[in-house]
């Protein structure tokens, strides 16, 4: 059974910074592309970033480009997003993903969903 949980959301004031988690089981986990959406109120649910099993190639909505990192741990089967000089923006709820093809962004090109994690960046 596969399963995506997210952990390390929570309440953070604006210019603070905030470290998600991923922990995922029931595939294999170092065959996938894995990534982290983002779903705002009233809003679609927007790729942020992601990283590339190819030459292992993190890439970035450009929004967060230059604050958030995203990393992963192959022995550990987890994902992780450090969030850094967070703004009132980010607040959202967090997706994690993961993805049998090479270089997604878009959501129906992603396999396997997590339940998300409530991000909220106060002013």
């Known amino acids: 059974q596969v399963q995506l949980v997210e952990s390390g959301g929570g309440l953070v004031q604006a210019g603070g910074s905030l470290r998600l988690s991923c922990a995922a089981s029931?595939?294999?986990?170092?065959?996938?592309?894995m990534g982290w959406f983002r779903q705002a109120p009233g809003k679609e649910r927007e790729f942020v970033a992601a990283?590339?099993?190819?030459?292992?190639?993190?890439y970035y909505t450009d929004s967060v480009k230059g604050r958030f990192t995203i990393s992963r741990d192959n022995a550990k089967n987890t994902l992780y997003l450090q969030m850094n000089s967070v703004k009132p923006e980010d607040t959202a709820v967090y997706y994690c993903?993961?993805?049998?093809?090479?270089?997604?962004?878009?959501?129906?090109?992603?396999?396997?969903w997590g339940q998300g994690t409530q991000v909220t960046v106060s002013s």
């Open positions: 990283h590339s099993l190819l030459r292992s190639i993190p």
């Open positions: 993903a993961a993805a049998s093809k090479v270089f997604a962004t878009a959501r129906d090109e992603y396999n396997y």
């Open positions: 029931g595939f294999t986990f170092s065959n996938y592309d």
